[in-house]
């Protein structure tokens, strides 16, 4: 079992290409989030990654510096590469690309996706709020002392 992350942006057309097909068939066809909320304008700001799983495309994910820190975002996988720790992989490449930092790191986790973000040190903060018609929770990464 072999698992690659490849970064990129939108300027690489194909892993870009890749990325997006991703993102609508997980988000937009079967979470039914609109896409236009899915495709937000953001993603030029953005650094994009795919996973690989034995050379097959299996999930994507972005990251963005906003007014507040570095924002994770737009974890998708295929259906048929979950629970083959995609997601983690995924998780710790981009952790790997901003740490050390001094800014805050966070993300607005699916209440669904929360118990595995909380596995990698990200802490829920606030209460529950709706995203794309979907409950969230803001977590924030917790540095390790």
């Given at each position: ?37 899915e495709f937000d304008g ?12 034995n050379e097959n495309i ?88």
């Amino acid at each position: 079992m072999e698992i690659k992350v490849v970064k990129f942006t939108t300027k690489e057309e194909e892993p870009y290409a890749q990325a997006r097909k991703i993102r609508t068939i997980v988000f937009v066809n079967e979470q039914k989030v609109s896409k236009e909320e899915e495709f937000d304008g953001l993603d030029d700001d953005a650094v994009h990654y795919l996973v690989y799983f034995n050379e097959n495309i299996a999930g994507t994910g972005r990251r963005r510096i906003t007014k507040e820190g570095h924002k994770l975002e737009r974890f998708a996988v295929y259906k048929n590469f979950r629970g083959k720790q995609i997601g983690a992989n995924l998780l710790k490449a981009m952790m790997q690309d901003i740490l050390p930092t001094e800014k805050l790191i966070y993300l607005n986790a699916q209440v669904s996706a929360q118990k595995f973000y909380a596995k990698y040190g990200f802490k829920k903060e606030g209460e529950i709020f709706v995203e794309a018609n979907i409950e969230h929770y803001k977590m924030i990464y917790q540095k390790k002392q």
